[in-house]
């Protein structure tokens, strides 16, 4: 059961303090750890709603709390997250439209494929090195596996597995990768870059 609250006080360099029950009743103990999301620091006077817990000593404290005003924004998050899936699903698609029309070599399907494989577990294992403080996949290597048509995959790790998914800097560069992987993907559509696929597969292959 959720409960409305205000914080009546509140410590900012312990990240904690107490917030009062609109309905009434005694206060309760408010950690800065209880916010699930937040888009401003608590402060005094400010709503917040929560769900009513107990600490390892058996003392009332607030969890799962939410600001007054932060929803909304988690709500247009999810929406942002599932519209990202949805379009690296519609790319697919379209890849593998083109392999049924003969328009592109079926190895290009075959390469995103592997390539989103192959992120999906290299972001799961950076994410449980970062838990366990072992060694870090250095993010010029994620780059590189999104840049060669491993995005679909990259996508799908930061949105299931919650990892780098908030840092800008890494969002900013990654995104630039899925640009230039789609333009090159618009670019086997031209004569030149026909040419050049072709070329390339019949020396793989």
């Given at each position: 059961?959720?409960?409305?609250?205000?914080?009546?006080?509140?410590?900012?360099?312990?990240?904690?303090?107490?917030?009062?029950?609109?309905?009434?009743?005694?206060?309760?103990?408010?950690?800065?750890?209880?916010?699930?999301?937040?888009?401003?620091?608590?402060?005094?006077?400010?709503?917040?709603?929560?769900?009513?817990?107990?600490?390892?000593?058996?003392?009332?404290?607030?969890?799962?709390?939410?600001?007054?005003?932060?929803?909304?924004?988690?709500?247009?998050?999810?929406?942002?997250?599932?519209?990202?899936?949805?379009?690296?699903?519609?790319?697919?698609?379209?890849?593998?439209?083109?392999?049924?029309?003969?328009?592109?070599h079926p190895l290009i399907l075959a390469l995103y494929i592997v390539a989103s494989l192959l992120?999906?577990?290299?972001?799961?294992?950076?994410?449980?090195?970062?838990?366990?403080?072992?060694?870090?996949?250095?993010?010029?290597?994620?780059?590189?596996?999104?840049?060669?048509?491993?995005?679909?995959?990259?996508?799908?790790?930061?949105?299931?597995?919650?990892?780098?998914?908030?840092?800008?800097?890494?969002?900013?560069?990654?995104?630039?990768?899925?640009?230039?992987?789609?333009?090159?993907?618009?670019?086997?559509?031209?004569?030149?870059?026909?040419?050049?696929?072709?070329?390339?597969?019949?020396?793989?292959?």
């Amino acid at each position: 059961m959720r409960t409305k609250g205000k914080i009546i006080s509140w410590n900012d360099e312990k990240g904690f303090g107490f917030v009062e029950p609109c309905s009434g009743g005694k206060r309760v103990f408010l950690h800065i750890k209880a916010f699930r999301q937040r888009s401003s620091r608590p402060e005094i006077g400010k709503l917040v709603t929560y769900s009513l817990s107990t600490d390892r000593q058996g003392r009332p404290c607030a969890a799962k709390a939410t600001l007054a005003g932060d929803r909304l924004p988690q709500q247009t998050k999810s929406q942002n997250n599932s519209l990202a899936l949805i379009c690296a699903a519609i790319f697919l698609t379209v890849v593998c439209i083109s392999v049924i029309t003969a328009k592109i070599h079926p190895l290009i399907l075959a390469l995103y494929i592997v390539a989103s494989l192959l992120t999906f577990l290299i972001y799961a294992m950076d994410k449980s090195a970062a838990r366990k403080g072992g060694w870090r996949t250095q993010e010029s290597t994620l780059h590189m596996f999104a840049l060669i048509g491993g995005w679909p995959g990259a996508l799908l790790a930061q949105q299931k597995l919650r990892h780098k998914s908030k840092k800008q800097p890494f969002r900013f560069v990654f995104w630039i990768t899925v640009l230039l992987n789609c333009s090159a993907f618009i670019w086997l559509y031209t004569p030149s870059g026909s040419s050049t696929a072709q070329a390339l597969i019949a020396l793989i292959a």
